[in-house]
């Protein structure tokens, strides 16, 4: 038997699914949840097989609620229109819904599903997921229990730290599991530069550039951060800054 | 193609009454010459009824080339030469109708110099006259072509705005349709019909800029219900109006998409229940609509401006109004609050 849980936050969407899968007796709806911190919760209390998600919803959206959970189970997503998605699904071997969707398709997604795979492709879905959070222009991050959505503005610079980046905000800092290189090209769009092996720094905050020893420079953020500027990164700061 | 001058009535009346008073200007100046009536008046009938031939032919070459480059140049020219041209065809039919050996055919020879200025003055000022008149024209048309132009693109664009429908309306919708046929069948044809009904009203050619509040907010009563079927409890709202308002207009599906833009504002960024209050008052004798929907201030994305939904409404009421100060939005803690004006024109 596999455990199901729905996550959508129209009552009306949750329960199509449900009566989609009375037919299906390998599969058990264990819970429905209205949104992704219900979600988060939900899956981490009952550890379910797959789940069905909704990728609009209040607060964190599907792929930020996805990012948020350390071993994600399978998912089939349900969403009615996103062009973003549809692109990174089809380049991905996750099934998606696409609403409204009739029983044929839905059993089709199931099938698909009831071997037990691999969870690579996942992998992938993750990384394009990233991106369209991206899109949004801000970060979610865990904090303890609690979560964290930071708007892309209010970070102040970011820190290579090993598996990690340190995301480092007026309120804090924060760890994300994800590579420079990934904050790197995400963030280009929004006045961010790499100007380290280890540093990506808003360059928006950005009061004073010093030259320091030969070939190399800092820079002075508003809030008082002093950050090292290697030769290549001093190319791409001047790059981002027009200068 | 430009119509041509004779087409307009009170020139060609004009025309009538200049010609004759050259004729009579010519007759009495012959007269004062001791010229005997019969050549006085042959001489100037025959004299003008050319020019005024001349000048037609001129004006009428014109109608179908009008010189650019140069343009000037070329009325000289031409007048010159038309003039040149008169000058022979006056002495012409002068000599064919004069008796061979009569003196005025001396006359006639002796006075070219005066004949020649005065044919090439009218000639050179009726061809200046033409050149005016149909740069004009032109200018007017091209004038007319622009306005048109401009005036269809501005009602396209208007148009375009007023339509955007929210696909993730529309297939969230028909989801929940399709969930309601298995349930409450009863149900799902009720929402087939408002959802018809408020597509029908997207759909509605620009044949009325113009809506009163009391249309606006039925129409937008049919969205607030198909999105209360897809929300549940969670979406309530509140209209506040005063009776006598109702006959103010906005304009066509302005309130919707203002409505639209709350909610999916509101139902994203809270997980609790959400009320969104719409307000229209009396302002300065302007409609003034309030939308308030609450937010989360600390986790709300921050917006680019005013966001997507509302600066498509900044820029209808723009191009409408020609203001931008029409739509605003402020926060406080709790509540984001979108305020249109409406000023009342019509």
Request: net charge neutral; hydrophobic share 40%; aromatic share 12%.
């Amino acid at each position: 038997m596999m455990k199901v849980i729905i996550i959508d936050d129209e009552p009306l969407a949750r329960s199509i699914v449900k009566e989609y899968l009375q037919t299906h007796t390998d599969l058990e709806l264990v819970a429905e949840c209205n949104d992704g911190f219900e979600g988060i919760k939900t899956i981490q209390q009952l550890q379910p097989d797959l789940i069905f998600l909704d990728i609009q919803m209040p607060k964190i959206n599907g792929f930020e609620m996805l990012e948020l959970i350390e071993n994600p189970p399978a998912v089939i997503f349900t969403t009615a229109f996103d062009e973003f998605a549809i692109k990174a699904f089809e380049s991905n071997a996750v099934d998606y819904l696409l609403k409204p969707f009739s029983k044929e398709r839905f059993d089709k997604a199931i099938l698909k599903y009831q071997p037990h795979q691999s969870t690579e492709p996942l992998q992938n879905v993750m990384e394009t997921a990233a991106q369209s959070v991206l899109q949004q222009n801000r970060v979610v991050v865990k904090d303890g229990s609690r979560i964290r959505i930071i708007p892309v503005n209010q970070i102040h610079y970011l820190e290579a730290a090993d598996d990690y980046v340190k995301i480092v905000t007026a309120e804090g800092t924060f760890l994300k599991k994800r590579t420079m290189n990934f904050f790197e090209q995400s963030l280009i769009a929004y006045h961010f530069a790499r100007v380290h092996r280890s540093y990506i720094v808003n360059t928006q905050l950005i009061t004073r550039i010093e030259a320091y020893e030969k070939d190399s420079h800092l820079v002075l953020l508003n809030t008082g951060a002093k950050l090292p500027v290697s030769k290549s990164g001093y190319a791409k700061l001047k790059e981002t800054l027009g200068i | 193609m430009a119509n041509s001058i004779l087409s307009d009535k009170r020139l060609r009346i004009f025309f009538t009454a200049w010609w004759l008073v050259w004729i009579l200007l010519q007759y009495i100046i012959l007269k004062q010459t001791n010229v005997d009536n019969i050549h006085a008046i042959s001489d100037s009938i025959i004299s003008n009824v050319l020019l005024a031939t001349c000048g037609f032919f001129i004006s009428n070459n014109m109608k179908y080339y009008l010189p650019r480059k140069e343009k000037y140049w070329y009325i000289l020219v031409v007048s010159l030469t038309v003039s040149f041209l008169w000058m022979l065809a006056q002495q012409g039919c002068m000599w064919l109708f004069l008796k061979e050996g009569d003196p005025y055919i001396d006359v006639i020879h002796q006075s070219w110099g005066i004949r020649f200025g005065a044919g090439f003055l009218l000639i050179s000022s009726m061809s200046m006259f033409s050149l005016l008149w149909y740069s004009q024209q032109e200018q007017r048309e091209q004038d007319s072509r622009k306005t048109e132009t401009e005036r269809l693109s501005k009602e396209a664009e208007l148009f375009k705005l007023r339509q955007q429908l929210q696909p993730h309306f529309l297939f969230n919708s028909l989801n929940s349709i399709s969930a309601l046929t298995g349930s409450n069948p009863e149900k799902a044809r009720h929402m087939i019909h408002q959802l018809s009904d408020f597509l029908r009203g997207t759909l509605k050619k620009d044949e009325q800029q113009w809506n009163t509040l009391e249309e606006e907010l039925q129409y937008l009563q049919l969205y607030l219900e198909i999105e209360k079927v897809r929300f549940g409890h969670r979406l309530q709202t509140e209209i506040v109006y005063n009776e006598n308002m109702l006959r103010f207009k906005l304009p066509v599906l302005l309130l919707q998409p203002v409505v639209e833009n709350a909610i999916k504002f509101g139902l994203y960024d809270t997980t609790d229940e959400v009320l969104i209050r719409i307000e229209a008052t009396e302002e300065h004798r302007n409609l003034k609509i309030v939308v308030k929907n609450p937010y989360d201030p600390e986790t709300s994305q921050p917006m680019k401006g005013t966001g997507f939904g509302l600066s498509s409404i900044k820029r209808r009421l723009f191009l409408l109004f020609a203001r931008h100060d029409l739509l605003f939005t402020n926060k406080d803690n709790k509540y984001f609050i979108t305020t249109i004006l409406i000023p009342q024109i019509v």
